[in-house]
C-alpha cells in the first residue's frame, strides 16, 4: 500500500511546480527548478514502533520535525507510516516556512489528495490589500498600535529551545466548540485563544508562577487566495493579549472583544512590515540572537479552516488531517488548530525539556473542551 501510495504522490507532485523547485540566493533570493531533483530523496517509508498507537504515530511526526531540510535541494519531506494499530498508514508531510505557510500548505495538500467535488472552498482566504501610507498604518494597527506589544514579565513559557519535540492533540466537535463560541459573541478562533490562555494558566499554576494575561502571536494570512501554484509564506501576525482568569464562556467575550477592536481591514498588512524587518535581521546577523530572547509574545497559536467534507487518497479514506506547528526561539510551546471534515483538532507542539509537564496543559485543554455543551440536534421534518 505504501509503495503505491508513493508512486502516486510522486505523479501528483509534478502538479505543484514549487515542490520541484530549490531556493537560490542569500540578499535576493529566488526559486528554480532543481535539475537534479530525485523524489527518493523526499519521500520515505518508516514502520511505526508498537504499539503502533497515536502516541506512537505523533512520535514518528515529532522525529521527522527534528530532521534538517538540506538546502540544496527543494525543502519538503514526506513520509508514509505504516504498522498502525488501526490498519491504516499515516503520511506526515514536513514543509519549510519560506515554501508555504499554513493556508498555503493546505492548498498543497488539496492538490495531492483525490479530487474533490466541489473542492473545499475552505481553502481560500479572502484578504484586501493597502499600499502606502495606509498599508503602513493598518499594519501597525495589526501589531498592536505604535507602541507594539509590551515586553514581558519572565515566566518559564519563555526560555530557550532545545532540538527535540513533541506533539499533542485534543479535538472536539466543531459543531459545538462553533455554537459555544456565538453564544459568547466570538469566533471558533476566539475560543481557541481562550483556551490556551487557560491551560497555560494551570500549567504555570502548577509551575507556581501566575500571569494575569497570556500574550499570543496569532498568524494572519494576508492572502487573496491560494492554490499550489501560488506558495510562499504571505504571513502578519496580530499579538492578543487574553485574559486567564475567568471561565471559558468569559475569556471568549473577553477576546472576541479584543479581536474585534484589532482586526484590519486588511488581514496580514503586518506581513509588509515584518518580512523587511526579518530580513534585515538576518543580514546583519541578528535574527537568532532576537528569537531566541525575544520578550514579546508567551506563545503562538494558528488556526486553520480544513476541508468540510471527507476526503481521501488513492481511494483510501483520510481519517484525520492535524496541522502541526513550529516552535521559535524561546517560545517553548506553540499550538496549532485545524478543522476537518466537523472535527476541530488543537495540535501542541513542545519541547519536552521545558516541558516535562506538559500533560497538565493538555489535561486543562480537554477539561476546557469537555465543558463545552453539545449543541442540540436538528429537529426531524
Known amino acids: ?65 527534528e530532521r534538517p531540510l538540506p538546502r540544496s535541494r527543494p525543502l519538503w519531506s514526506a513520509v508514509f507510516v505504516t504498522g498502525l494499530a488501526s490498519g491504516g498508514t499515516g503520511l506526515v508531510i514536513v514543509v519549510d516556512h519560506v515554501l508555504a505557510d499554513g493556508v498555503a500548505g493546505l492548498a498543497v495538500l488539496a492538490s495531492l489528495l483525490d479530487p474533490a467535488d466541489p473542492v473545499p472552498g475552505d481553502l481560500q ?26 515586553r514581558l514579565a519572565r515566566s518559564s513559557l519563555n526560555r530557550p529551545t532545545g532540538p527535540r519535540r513533541r506533539l499533542d492533540v485534543v ?11 456565538h453564544a459568547h459573541g466570538g469566533t471558533v478562533n ?43 509564506n504571505q504571513v502578519g501576525v496580530m499579538p492578543v493579549a487574553v485574559p486567564c ?58 488556526n486553520l479552516r480544513g476541508p468540510r467534507q471527507p476526503l481521501a487518497f488513492g481511494g483510501a479514506p483520510v481519517r484525520a488531517v492535524i496541522a502541526i506547528p ?3 526561539g524561546n517560545v517553548i510551546v506553540t499550538f496549532g488548530a485545524l478543522s476537518y471534515a466537523g472535527t476541530l483538532r488543537i495540535t501542541v507542539l513542545s519541547d519536552p525539556s521545558q516541558m516535562p509537564d506538559v500533560a497538565v496543559l493538555t489535561a486543562a485543554l480537554n477539561a476546557a473542551l469537555a465543558a463545552i455543551p453539545t449543541p442540540p440536534a436538528p429537529a426531524s421534518s
Not at 505504501?2 to 514549487?18: Q, S, W
Not at 482566504?125 to 507594539?148: F, M, N
Not at 479535538?171 to 463560541?181: E, G, H, S, T
Open 1 to 65: 500500500m505504501a509503495a503505491d501510495a508513493a508512486r502516486l504522490l510522486g505523479e501528483r507532485i509534478r502538479g505543484v511546480p514549487r515542490l520541484r523547485q530549490r531556493l537560490h540566493g542569500a540578499t535576493r533570493p529566488y526559486w528554480a527548478d532543481d535539475p537534479e531533483f530525485d523524489l527518493g530523496a523526499h519521500v520515505r517509508e518508516v514502520r511505526c514502533p508498537p504499539p503502533g498507537d497515536e502516541r506512537a504515530l505523533l512520535d514518528v511526526a515529532a522525529a521527522e520535525l
Open 125 to 150: 482566504h479572502a484578504a484586501g490589500r493597502a499600499r502606502g501610507a495606509r498599508g503602513l498604518r493598518r499594519g501597525v494597527a495589526e501589531l498592536g498600535g505604535v507602541r507594539g506589544p509590551r
Open 171 to 181: 479535538d472536539a466537535d466543531l459543531a459545538a466548540v462553533r455554537a459555544f463560541a
Open 190 to 232: 476566539d475560543v481557541v485563544l481562550a483556551m490556551v490562555a487557560g491551560g497555560l494558566r494551570d500549567l504555570l499554576a502548577s509551575r507556581g508562577e501566575t500571569l494575569d494575561r497570556v500574550t499570543i502571536s496569532v498568524p494572519v494570512s494576508a492572502r487573496r487566495g491560494t492554490d499550489s501554484g501560488r506558495l510562499g
Open 245 to 302: 482568569d475567568g471561565g471559558l464562556g468569559a475569556r471568549v467575550s473577553a477576546v472576541a472583544a479584543i479581536t474585534r477592536e484589532r482586526k484590519s481591514r486588511a488581514p496580514g498588512a503586518s506581513a509588509a512590515l515584518l518580512v523587511p524587518a526579518f530580513l534585515l535581521l538576518a543580514r546583519v546577523g541578528l535574527l537568532g540572537w532576537f528569537v531566541n530572547r525575544q520578550r514579546l509574545v508567551h506563545t503562538v497559536v494558528t
Open 326 to 328: 513550529s516552535t521559535t
